[in-house]
């Protein structure tokens, strides 16, 4: 497609549940990122891919999240045992080249998660 | 933890209106980003300036950046109704590549 893509857009879990959010970046795009955006907040860096490499994972709340991109191309973000406090929207985002400096990253619409 | 803070937090004006927005930060940036995120959905980059820019216009935005103050604002001139969102701005680390971070964002209401 011509933007990122996530799926589900929304998801209700219980409490306990696990979930896995799914991202899909644009075609050719090197870097990727996930953020956490509480309602009425900014959002919050989770993670950072460059390929399929995390470079980065120091967002990351606690030992419950978990994610990867095996192929360098689709991510998925992992909550096991889900807390209220997951709920949250998931935001991913791509940019063609490594990094931030000077490149446009180009966000999906957002896994809404509301744990129950 | 987030790294801007926008001032004010919200803001209704008549369209027609301008419309300002601030930003301040805290660390050495490398550049600032302003975003707009309509009612659930997905950020939308609007304007990217880099740490030795003061001053960035597209359209209808005009964006200013003073790094000795750690400071930036967002002027949307001529605001329509469709301006109605919310603004973040985000800052990308010195020295960190990987790491951008936002605001909690300034709450835009554009009357008709």
């Known amino acids: 497609g011509a933007g990122v893509s996530q799926s589900p857009r929304y998801k209700v879990a219980k409490r306990g549940q696990d979930v896995a959010l799914r991202c899909d970046p644009i075609s050719g795009h090197v870097s990727l990122f996930w953020y956490q955006q509480a309602l009425g907040q900014g959002p919050e860096f989770l993670t950072y891919f460059q390929n399929e490499a995390q470079l980065d994972k120091s967002g990351l709340p606690s030992d419950r999240f978990f994610a990867e991109r095996p192929e360098g191309s689709v991510s998925t973000l992992k909550i096991q045992r889900t807390q209220q406090e997951d709920s949250a929207v998931y935001l991913c985002?791509?940019?063609?080249?490594?990094?931030?400096?000077?490149?446009?990253?180009?966000f999906g619409e957002g896994s809404w998660l509301t744990v129950v | 933890s987030q790294q801007g803070e926008e001032d004010p937090q919200a803001l209704s004006i008549q369209e027609g209106e301008n419309a300002t927005m601030n930003c301040s930060y805290k660390t050495s940036i490398n550049n600032l980003q302003w975003y707009r995120q309509n009612s659930g959905r997905g950020l939308v980059h609007l304007i990217l300036i880099r740490s030795n820019e003061r001053e960035k216009h597209s359209g209808r935005l005009r964006v200013t950046l003073d790094t000795s103050k750690k400071s930036s604002s967002l002027l949307i001139t001529a605001s329509r109704a469709a301006d109605t969102a919310s603004y973040f701005c985000?800052?990308?680390?010195?020295?960190?590549?990987?790491?951008?971070?936002f605001g909690a964002g300034t709450r835009l209401t554009v009357k008709p």
């Open positions: 985002a791509s940019s063609l080249n490594p990094g931030l400096a000077g490149n446009t990253i180009y």
């Open positions: 985000a800052t990308v680390r010195r020295g960190n590549n990987n790491d951008m971070r």
